[in-house]
């Protein structure tokens, strides 16, 4: 079935047709003019009938769906969820990050009657995203993995970050759903209070427990599992950042009573990929990919981690700009300027929003990643554990090949 979706630029009511002469069965559009027979079915909204459809489909099935979202690490932790449950149930999770008002009904629709758990990633740039979603998905347990200053160009200010955040806890609260929660995060602690609740972390009076128990470079943790037993995991995750995202995974493997011994298991399998927390020995330098995308927060905790890094090689920082910060810009990007000096981190940096905040003092700037690509050609790096951290859009993955 092919669905003729609209947007800025396209408008795939023109390519309905091609469509059904390539074996599409039906074509749903909502554009009279190019209706031909009864294979093309024509509603009022294209994307509203696609969200309809996989409403319907997803209520044809009696199972849990676990909503994640956050600011940082929700793709991460839902890979990590993903990989503990399926250990032991054939589980639906959300491929890449199709996680918008396109991607959460096309991962729905892909429920089958195999399927035991579906966990749903959710992502939102304006109020009342994550209301939109959770009204397709319907939800009965959440996950938000933290709040941070992300796309505050779409939502104004961090208040409007987290009213649409949390739109999540209050539709698992009128449903009489559970929520996961990091009991060292305070607003989400306070965001949720009175709704059932399984609470994880360092604490020792969560529900969940656990803690770093390593000082190289990958995350080690050690989870506290049935009767009091402690399991020691060795995950290829960089950075103790990771620590909650771990350790949501860990709650809700032990909520869906998988065992200790799968938990560890996958959580010390999993691999990341997609330039999220990589690590990469070139043979001329040791590279940390961080590079999927980044805001305020997660830069913040990426460098401090970078910082308290053991390492025999001189660091160096390559950030890319933060995007979709609005008014914040200038002052997010001097902010991590200024923390990269605290630091004591030697430090580059690509794009416009950081050049403009340095004006001229602090790290070396440049305008695009093609004219740090130039300097790297000029003059090599070798020897360095380097940290790559940027929004996506900036493309630092691009300058790999000269590192």
């Known amino acids: 079935m092919f669905f003729a979706l609209k947007g800025p630029n396209f408008n795939a009511n023109a390519h309905a047709a091609e469509a059904l002469s390539k074996g599409a069965r039906f074509a749903v559009v909502d554009d009279p003019m190019v209706v031909q027979d009864d294979r093309f079915l024509l509603v009022p909204d294209v994307?509203?009938?696609?969200?309809?459809?996989?409403?319907?489909?997803?209520?044809?099935?009696?199972?849990?769906v676990i909503a994640i979202t956050g600011s940082n690490g929700k793709t991460t932790t839902?890979?990590?969820?993903?990989?503990?449950?399926?250990?032991?149930?054939?589980?639906?999770?959300?491929?890449?990050?199709?996680?918008?008002?396109?991607?959460?009904p096309l991962t729905l629709l892909r429920l089958t009657a195999e399927h035991e758990i579906a966990i749903i990633e959710m992502g939102a740039n304006k109020p009342g995203d994550i209301a939109e979603l959770a009204a397709v998905a319907e939800p009965t347990h959440g996950l938000i993995t933290n709040i941070g200053k992300a796309h505050l160009e779409g939502f104004g200010n961090f208040d409007g970050v987290v009213r649409t955040k949390t739109e999540l806890y209050q539709f698992i609260r009128g449903k009489e759903g559970c929520l996961f929660v990091n009991a060292e995060d305070q607003l989400l602690m306070e965001k949720s209070s009175g709704v059932t609740?399984?609470?994880?972390?360092?604490?020792?009076?969560?529900?969940?427990?656990?803690?770093?128990?390593?000082?190289?470079?990958?995350?080690?943790?050690?989870?506290?599992?049935?009767?009091?037993?402690?399991?020691?995991?060795?995950?290829h995750l960089i950075g103790d950042y990771n620590l909650p995202n771990a350790m949501a995974a860990i709650a809700i493997g032990q909520y869906f009573k998988i065992s200790d011994k799968h938990i560890a298991q996958a959580l010390s399998d999993y691999r990341p990929g997609n330039n999220r927390s990589q690590f990469t020995d070139t043979g001329r330098n040791r590279l940390i990919m961080d590079a999927?995308?980044?805001?305020?927060?997660?830069?913040?905790?990426?460098?401090?981690?970078?910082?308290?890094?053991?390492?025999?090689?001189?660091?160096?920082?390559?950030?890319?700009?933060?995007?979709?910060?609005?008014?914040?810009?200038?002052?997010?990007?001097?902010?991590?300027?200024?923390?990269?000096?605290r630091l004591g981190i030697d430090t580059r940096t690509v794009g416009g929003s950081f050049k403009s905040a340095a004006a001229g003092e602090g790290?070396?700037?440049?305008?695009?990643?093609?004219?740090?690509?130039?300097?790297?050609?000029?003059?090599?790096?070798?020897?360095?554990?380097?940290?790559?951290?940027?929004?996506?859009g900036i493309r630092l993955e691009t300058v790999v090949p000269e590192l």
């Open 197 to 235: 609740r399984i609470t994880y972390g360092p604490t020792p009076w969560g529900d969940t427990t656990g803690r770093t128990s390593g000082s190289g470079p990958f995350l080690e943790l050690t989870f506290q599992g049935r009767g009091n037993i402690d399991h020691t995991v060795k995950t």
């Open 78 to 104: 839902k890979e990590l969820v993903h990989a503990v449950l399926a250990s032991d149930r054939h589980t639906l999770a959300t491929s890449g990050n199709l996680n918008n008002h396109i991607g959460v």
């Open 47 to 64: 994307l509203t009938a696609l969200q309809d459809l996989a409403k319907y489909h997803r209520r044809n099935f009696n199972l849990p």
């Open 363 to 392: 790290p070396a700037c440049f305008e695009t990643t093609e004219d740090l690509l130039a300097a790297l050609k000029a003059e090599p790096i070798q020897g360095r554990l380097i940290l790559l951290k940027g929004s996506r």
């Open 292 to 341: 999927y995308n980044a805001n305020p927060s997660s830069m913040a905790a990426a460098l401090e981690n970078f910082a308290s890094m053991a390492s025999k090689e001189p660091k160096l920082a390559i950030l890319g700009d933060m995007l979709e910060l609005g008014e914040a810009t200038e002052m997010e990007h001097l902010a991590i300027i200024d923390l990269t000096l």
